[in-house]
């Protein structure tokens, strides 16, 4: 058995998980996600707990195993609690805001950059230059703050551009002038 295939998925109260097809869907409340569900795994709910188990054990089963219980439990701790990635700018000039639904970013470049954020999503600027990105699929929160790390990413020389901030950044030594002038 997989270590962490085999583990169960507690669930919190008011969240349900049901089979539906190809894909288990889970919900709470208005909000639902869907995980697709290989054809060789089978789930079962037992109480407040979920369960999966394979029905084959070729090795295409047997990697898929863990991967498909890890995406149902980040499903669950997502509508239970919600994902988060915090991002930092730093840079003279560089900052954020939030009109409508675009994100509006000043990275030091001649024009604005216009980021439409995409259903699901909510994004928080704090002090201009502090940016929150969360919602309860994990997946499109890591792509959202990627895309917007990407526009700016950090330089190793003076650490200017955009960053989680969790991240470290390894400074580089400038340029060492020796004085030595013929």
């Not at 998925?9 to 290989?38: D, N, T, Y």
Request: net charge positive.
């Amino acid at each position: 058995m997989s270590r962490i295939g085999k583990q169960l998925i507690k669930l919190e109260k008011g969240i349900q998980v049901k089979k539906e097809g190809s894909f288990c869907l889970v919900q709470a409340g208005a909000k639902s996600l869907k995980v697709p569900l290989p054809e060789n795994l089978e789930m079962k709910v037992q109480g407040d707990a979920v369960q999966l188990s394979r029905l084959r054990e070729d090795k295409k089963t047997k990697s898929l195993h863990g991967l498909t219980r890890v995406l149902l439990s980040n499903a669950v701790i997502g509508l239970s609690k919600g994902w988060s990635k915090s991002l930092e700018l730093n840079g003279v000039g560089y900052k954020a805001s939030v009109s409508g639904k675009k994100l509006e970013l000043n990275l030091g470049y001649s024009h604005p950059i216009f980021y439409n954020i995409p259903s699901g999503i909510e994004i928080k600027v704090e002090k201009q230059t502090k940016v929150f990105v969360k919602g309860v699929d994990k997946a499109l929160v890591g792509l959202t703050a990627h895309q917007i790390r990407s526009y700016r990413p950090v330089e190793p020389y003076l650490s200017k551009g955009v960053k989680y901030s969790d991240e470290q950044v390894r400074r580089k030594a400038g340029k060492s002038g020796s004085g030595d002038k013929k």
